[in-house]
């Protein structure tokens, strides 16, 4: 069953879908992010992991795609937390089986959110910034980024990345998520986020973590989304069972 949510996240109106898994509660739990624009919502991960008995809930970060406010990366955390909260709050959701997936920058707000909620029982980054310091966007992609950003120009994401990259990253603090299950995937060839941010990550990581490196895979994984999604779905199957 799939089902459209509505929660909040410090007082704006976020947009989500739910892919709810057949048969009677509670089911294992993944949680979401999408990167920093949203075209790619890797919805063929919840189709398959829904088929496989899981509960997903994918969302829009506020300002985007439909969510009320203002786009701000520094707010993209605040919105995983709550999406993880509003999850939490489900009856059907398995409390001590939620799991949070980051994409791109998502990744970059999903570990903060894991390292500070010990609720959240394992973590998968995707295709994640790791680094602000290490990752330079290219002015192309900043404009077309921006096009699906309410209140944000290309100057205004630029500044703030800038602004952002003067604080802790996820690979100062990910070590502080052991020894709860990480799963960090990256694409050898891709050219938005270069694959050396996940190494730096799984280089920083602590204990129970694992490093799935898809050769040849682009930001999307074109034409390997079948492989990314058996990686993530066998990980899945053995950290819940």
């Avoid at 052991?178 to 694959?195: F, K, M, N, Y």
Wanted: proline fraction near 5%.
């Amino acid at each position: 069953m799939l089902e459209g949510v509505v929660f909040e996240s410090e007082g704006e109106r976020l947009l989500g879908r739910f892919y709810r898994a057949d048969g009677e509660g509670p089911h294992p739990t993944l949680v979401m992010a999408h990167g920093i624009a949203g075209v790619e919502l890797n919805l063929d991960l919840a189709d398959a992991l829904r088929d496989a008995g899981w509960n997903v809930l994918t969302f829009h970060y506020r300002g985007c795609w439909g969510s009320s406010g203002i786009y701000r990366v520094r707010t993209l955390k605040a919105d995983v937390a709550a999406a993880v909260a509003w999850a939490l709050s489900q009856p059907m959701v398995d409390p001590h089986r939620l799991v949070l997936l980051g994409y791109s920058m998502g990744g970059w707000a999903a570990v903060g959110a894991a390292v500070e909620d010990p609720r959240i029982y394992a973590l998968i980054t995707l295709s994640a910034v790791s680094d602000l310091r290490a990752w330079t966007p290219t002015e192309a992609m900043l404009a077309d980024w921006v096009r699906f950003m309410h209140g944000m120009t290309p100057e205004a994401l630029r500044a703030e990345l800038a602004a952002l990259a003067e604080g802790p990253q996820p690979v100062d603090r990910v070590d502080r998520l052991s020894p709860r299950p990480l799963l960090i995937v990256h694409g050898t060839a891709d050219p938005v986020v270069p694959h050396r941010q996940s190494l730096a990550l799984h280089h920083r990581a602590g204990l129970n973590t694992d490093l799935a490196l898809i050769d040849g895979g682009d930001h999307r994984y074109s034409g390997r989304r079948r492989v990314l999604i058996q990686r993530i779905q066998q990980w899945l199957e053995r950290i819940c069972r």
